[in-house]
Structures are given as structure tokens and as C-alpha cells.
């Protein structure tokens, strides 16, 4: 079965940098896009960024376009989220997500999440 | 910066039925999703395009868009329907994605 497993987060300062990893199994990880998704406590879903199943593109939200980068391992079948220049508007559960295969773009698997806390 | 807007809250009775709306100006050309996220849970797709319904997903959950609005609707809404509600589709160019603001279903 597909799993998705988040891990990296962790307590960090403004201004700092974290990288945040997400292991994909139970699917071919390279025929699919990935995302993250975020949600600060109490907040709503906020789209952070999708990554090509090939890695040819990536987009971001204007919130963090210029300090993320997302990154994918084809081989080793996990995607990552570089955070640079955090800020305390940051802090949030950080979900990696599947896009369907099917050619409609709405994500079909989640992982459980890794909280990101930035805090002086 | 594309948005998507919800209300922030609706409230039923058991066995009425709920309506959730979601707007957007690329909505007439853009495909609506809707996810549903109980608390302390990853959030679970119950329509994606605008209507359709996955495997699982019970049938008093349906979709539906017209112009610029999609709406999710719960016939009967049962107390176990009670939680956060996003709408979830992409900008015009089909290349950032954005959920709406969320909604929050109670059923009392």
C-alpha cells in the first residue's frame, strides 16, 4: 500500500534553515508529482510547492518562493524540502503529498506530517 | 496570488442537509476537489472533479460547480460528517495549486 513517512522537523530559530525528508513506498515514486502542504496550529490547508515526477518542474507559493526548494530522489524514492530564511509564520504540521496518476491534479495520498516550529 | 473563498462555518441539524460553497475566478475552467480533515487526522479527498466521488466516500457526499462556484453538499448530514472542509484546485494556469480557506461543519 502507498505510504508516505515525513520526517526532519523539529524546533529551529528564525532566520535558520531545516531540510525536511518524506520516504515514498507501495508505488512506482517516479511516475508521480509530489507536494507539501502545510498548516500552521489551528489554520487552514496552505499549498507549498509541487515538484515534477521527473523533477523538470517545480512551483511554489508566493509565501515561500525565494527561501524553499523542493527536491526528489528518483532513486532513492524520497522528496525533500529545503527551508531557508524561516520565519516564525513557518511554523506548521508539513505534509508530503502524492498526485494522482490519473492526470487530474488533486493529491491522493498524505503522509501523517512533521511538525516545523520556529521559535527564538 | 490566486484564492479560493469559503465560508468559514456551517451548521446543520442531523438529516438536513449541508451546502458548502467555494469561489473562484478560474473555477468555470478549472476542476473543484474537496477534501475533508478531521481533527489530528491528514486530510482525505471526497470529490475530485467538481462531482465525481472515490471509492468509499459515502454517497450522501456529491459535487457540483456552475461558474464561478463549486458546492459540496451532505444529504442527511450525520454527526460523524462533522469536520473541516477544503476546496482545492488550481490557479489558471493550471500550475500553482490553492486550497481554500476551509470550513468547518457542525452537525448539532
Known amino acids: 500500500q502507498v505510504q508516505l513517512v515525513e520526517s526532519g522537523g523539529g524546533v529551529v530559530q528564525p532566520g535558520r534553515s531545516l531540510r525536511l525528508s518524506c520516504a515514498a513506498s507501495?508505488?512506482?515514486?517516479?511516475?508521480?508529482?509530489m507536494h507539501w502542504v502545510r498548516q500552521a496550529p489551528g489554520k487552514g490547508l496552505e499549498w507549498v510547492t509541487v515538484i515534477w515526477y521527473d523533477g523538470s518542474k517545480r512551483y511554489y507559493a508566493d509565501s515561500v518562493k525565494g527561501r524553499f526548494t523542493i527536491s526528489r530522489d528518483n532513486s532513492k524514492n524520497t522528496l525533500f524540502l529545503q527551508m531557508n530564511s524561516l520565519r516564525a509564520e513557518d511554523t506548521a504540521v508539513y505534509y508530503c503529498a502524492r498526485e494522482s496518476d490519473s492526470g487530474s491534479p488533486y493529491l491522493d495520498y498524505w503522509g501523517q506530517g512533521t511538525l516545523v516550529t520556529v521559535s527564538s | 496570488s490566486y484564492e479560493l473563498t469559503q465560508p468559514p462555518s456551517v451548521s446543520v441539524s442531523p438529516g438536513q442537509t449541508a451546502r458548502i460553497t467555494c469561489s473562484g475566478d478560474a473555477l468555470p475552467k478549472k476542476y473543484a476537489y474537496w477534501y475533508q480533515q478531521k481533527s489530528g487526522q491528514a486530510p482525505v479527498l471526497v470529490i475530485y472533479?467538481?462531482?465525481k466521488r472515490p471509492s468509499g466516500i459515502p454517497e450522501r457526499l456529491s459535487g457540483s460547480s456552475s461558474g464561478t462556484m463549486a458546492t459540496l453538499s451532505i444529504s442527511g448530514a450525520q454527526v460523524e460528517d462533522e469536520a473541516d472542509y477544503y476546496c482545492y484546485s488550481t490557479d489558471s494556469s493550471g500550475n500553482h495549486r490553492v486550497f481554500g480557506g476551509g470550513t468547518k461543519l457542525t452537525v448539532l
Open positions: 507501495g508505488f512506482t515514486f517516479s511516475n508521480n508529482g
Open positions: 472533479e467538481d462531482s
